[in-house]
């Protein structure tokens, strides 16, 4: 069974960084999309940025462009996103979310993880 553990939330000032790691069990990834969304409170969950199984394959929501970074792991397991120049609009429950190779939709999501960003 796979399942998906995010972890490295917390409570920073404006201006701050965070680290999410996204840590997957239960299968082999090393063909999966692997991606980060976002939700704050009275809003849709948003997509934030993915990272292919090739490694000049990143994608990223303008909003957070220049600011965050994906990457994975070199067990190829784990996904990360470093997030710099938090802004309170940041401030959401962070999801990471794996793709199987050809898929519309993401197959598996984590049960998230609280970002709360301080002006």
């Known amino acids: 069974q796979v399942r998906l553990v995010e972890s490295g939330g917390g409570l920073v000032q404006a201006g701050g960084s965070l680290r999410l790691s996204c840590a997957a069990s239960?299968?082999?990834?090393?063909?999966?999309?692997m991606g980060w969304f976002r939700q704050a409170p009275g809003k849709e969950r948003e997509f934030v940025a993915a990272?292919?199984?090739?490694?000049?394959?990143?994608y990223y929501a303008d909003s957070v462009k220049g600011r965050f970074t994906v990457s994975r792991g070199n067990a190829k397991n784990t996904v990360y996103l470093q997030m710099n120049s938090l802004e309170p609009e940041d401030t959401a429950v962070y999801y990471c979310?794996?793709?199987?190779?050809?898929?519309?939709?993401?197959?598996?999501w984590g049960q998230g993880t609280q970002v709360t960003v301080s002006s």
């Open positions: 979310a794996f793709r199987s190779m050809g898929a519309n939709e993401y197959d598996y």
């Open positions: 239960g299968g082999t990834f090393s063909s999966y999309t």
């Open positions: 990272r292919g199984w090739r490694a000049d394959s990143t």
